[in-house]
């Protein structure tokens, strides 16, 4: 293959309002910058383009609670700005060279400029993203046919030693599953029943709004609940009240995950508050429909051998990191502190993600243990950052996935009728028009097709007049 190179890069920034406040952690989203860089790259068969997009989430690459939001907000735009810029700057013989290249630069940058890994690396995967949809769009394929035709050049022992020769392609999934499941997001403020949501709190825009009418409309068999361990009681009363509520009305196969947002302090408090989950006499029955628990302890301590060694601990419910993943190495410390795995998000990196599942997968055909690798989200949206995602979570054979997005935003309503029309017309399957008239995400039984993001380039299956969507465009480079 020829050499590759970023020719052009543009950046639209676009704020969003939430349809309902989104507590995740030490934050509640309520409204949030969504941004889609486009970019041309110079490839064998010509320039093509490709896009990526993705909010830009307060508090969670970053969770300082001394910081404000809107400075957070201009590091996540320069990390952006940066990579995309040094992109431009690079040229390479495959893909996945140009992405290592394009890692180490914006490392380098990073470290000089004090953002941490997780948050300067995520410039760098929305670059890693724009460019990987280009490069479909070249070869007439998609993110599927690039893994698996070998034209990425993938080198998984850059990423993982003990991969070095290996064949991401004999680890992947040859034939994607054509549907997800979803799993149900329950915010830390979410109305869990209908009765709690008073006149001047309902909405009126068609979509449930309690996880009881969110059950019932989507058909939902998997939920993500979200608890606070700075405040254990209410956490146990919150925990017994969703259960409670999901027991009954989801069926017998329910199954659930649950989200610490690092707010353990050290290991013993979350074995701690883990003992009063297993003695509860309420939540002990349970505890055969849990998938596992998330990021539990706060990332400054989650991979410290010191304070956060599993080992002594052998009864422990199956535990995995999410914020902690911010280098590629951190994976394999994880699993060396007796961690059960690690999520997927598009933003922390398709390449990274890829090698992950690879190595996963090979753990996983060589011994008794069973690894995780999981599907999470963050609010993400359409048209472009959720089908990328979707498309992405099937390649890597990954079936239960967080989808919260289309909860705490009404569809495809915050953007212009040709956008709105033209992800109709691609994703049959993936939206349909809402009540209102606008489109929305389609959940029927708890699941969510992911046929025509597979058949797309990278998940979006048109190319989108962005030049429609109000906003504040950017020229990088």
């Not at 209410?234 to 259960?243: D, N, S, T, V, Y």
């Not at 017309?425 to 025509?452: C, F, K, M, N, Q």
Request: hydrophobic letters at 45%; a negative charge; glycine letters at 8%.
């Amino acid at each position: 293959m020829t050499s590759i190179a970023v020719k052009t890069a543009d950046l639209l920034r676009v704020d969003l309002n939430a349809r309902l406040p989104f507590k995740y952690g030490i934050v509640t989203m309520v409204q949030v910058p969504h941004v889609f860089l486009r970019v041309q790259v110079e490839t064998p068969a010509g320039l093509f383009t490709g896009v990526a997009a993705d909010h830009l989430p307060p508090k969670w690459f970053t969770k300082d609670p001394t910081r404000d939001v809107a400075s957070e907000i201009e590091d996540m735009l320069a990390v952006v700005t940066h990579a995309a810029t040094a992109a431009t700057k690079i040229r390479a013989f495959t893909p996945f060279r140009f992405w290592l290249e394009l890692k180490t630069v914006q490392a380098e940058w990073g470290a000089k400029h004090g953002h941490p890994p997780l948050l300067a690396q995520f410039g760098t995967s929305l670059v890693e993203r724009a460019l990987l949809e280009a490069l479909a769009r070249s070869q007439a394929t998609t993110l599927r046919g690039l893994l698996h035709n070998g034209s990425l050049g993938m080198e998984l022992g850059e990423v993982h030693p003990e991969l070095r020769g290996v064949d991401a392609a004999g680890l992947l999934p040859s034939s994607p599953p054509e549907s997800i499941v979803c799993r149900h997001t329950v915010g830390m403020v979410d109305p869990l029943f209908e009765a709690e949501i008073g006149a001047e709190a309902r909405l009126n825009d068609g979509l449930p709004q309690s996880l009881e009418a969110s059950i019932d409309v989507y058909g939902l068999r998997h939920f993500k609940l979200k608890i606070d361990g700075n405040h254990p009681d209410a956490a146990l009363g919150r925990l017994k009240a969703i259960l409670g509520l999901i027991g009954p009305r989801a069926g017998r196969d329910y199954a659930f995950t649950v989200d610490g947002n690092e707010s353990f302090s050290t290991a013993g408090a979350f074995r701690d508050f883990w003992s009063r989950v297993e003695a509860d006499p309420v939540l002990q029955p349970a505890l055969s429909h849990l998938l596992f628990v998330e990021q539990p302890l706060a990332r400054a301590v989650a991979l410290d051998a010191a304070r956060a060694d599993l080992g002594d601990w052998p009864a422990r419910p199956p535990i995995i990191i999410d914020e902690s993943d911010a280098e590629p190495a951190d994976l394999r410390r994880a699993l060396e502190l007796g961690y059960a795995g690690t999520s997927h998000k598009n933003c922390k990196g398709i390449f990274k993600g890829v090698a992950h599942a690879c190595l996963i997968r090979r753990r996983n055909l060589a011994g008794p243990a069973r690894l995780l690798h999981s599907g999470e989200d963050l609010c993400n949206v359409g048209p472009v950052a959720l089908p990328q995602d979707l498309a992405a979570q099937a390649v890597l054979g990954i079936t239960s996935v967080e989808r919260n997005g289309h909860h705490y935003f009404a569809g495809l309503s915050p953007w212009p009728v040709e956008i709105q029309e033209a992800m109709l017309a691609a994703h049959p399957d993936l939206y349909g028009r809402s009540a209102r008239g606008w489109p929305t995400l389609r959940v029927e039984r708890g699941l969510i097709s992911t046929r025509s993001v597979l058949a797309a380039p990278f998940g979006v299956g048109a190319e989108l007049p962005l030049e429609c969507i109000p906003g504040v465009w950017t020229h990088l480079a």
